[in-house]
């Protein structure tokens, strides 16, 4: 979600948006000094985001999704608890087998390097889908990446940040300056 002050409605209250591809669009189109999507790159953003979905996010859901209550308001909590077992299954039968999810993690991330590392390897070009341009599809790495760290233990993410040569550590330090949450 994000709130716009700098765009009031006829009531002269802030934009107010909500899903990540809504927000993308808005703001490519309101603030286009700094696209999130560059110009020819829509159809490479879909299938990057589908594939993160598949061999990141997806991976992550069985060990990330049953450990979502523990950071949520009572409120929060009970309405994610009862909306999540009617989608999918009682919560705590989601991941009956962590070492396995966590090489399913694994192997996903193998995949996502070697689609970065046809980028190349010097001076980090192996770090962003679009080399030297931050785009939607590093925030979509870096916000499953970041759900992981929210829930999991600090040292299983630990061990995450760790695989293929310290990359996604890496990926987290080269961003640190677009984690920021006011």
């Excluded at 759900?147 to 993410?157: C, D, H, R, Y």
Aim: hydrophobic share 40%; proline share 6%.
């Amino acid at each position: 979600m994000i709130v716009d002050p700098n765009r009031l409605d006829a009531e002269g209250k802030a934009t107010v948006l909500s899903d990540s591809p809504v927000i993308i669009k808005y703001l490519d189109e309101v603030y286009p000094e700094i696209k999130a999507i560059p110009d020819g790159t829509a159809a490479l953003h879909t299938v990057w985001l589908s594939f993160i979905g598949q061999n990141v996010t997806g991976k992550l859901a069985p060990l990330c999704v049953p450990l979502c209550p523990n950071i949520l308001s009572p409120r929060g909590k009970e309405y994610f608890i009862t909306t999540r077992e009617k989608w999918w299954a009682p919560l705590d039968k989601m991941c009956p087998d962590r070492s396995k999810a966590w090489k399913d993690v694994q192997d996903g991330l193998k995949k996502v390097a070697d689609a970065l590392d046809a980028n190349g390897e010097g001076h980090g070009e192996n770090l962003r889908a679009i080399p030297g341009t931050t785009s939607y599809a590093d925030f979509a790495l870096l916000g499953a990446l970041l759900w992981a760290k929210s829930l999991v233990s600090e040292e299983e993410f630990k061990t995450l940040k760790s695989w293929n040569d310290g990359r996604w550590g890496k990926i987290l330090e080269e961003n640190a300056n677009l984690l920021r949450v006011d």
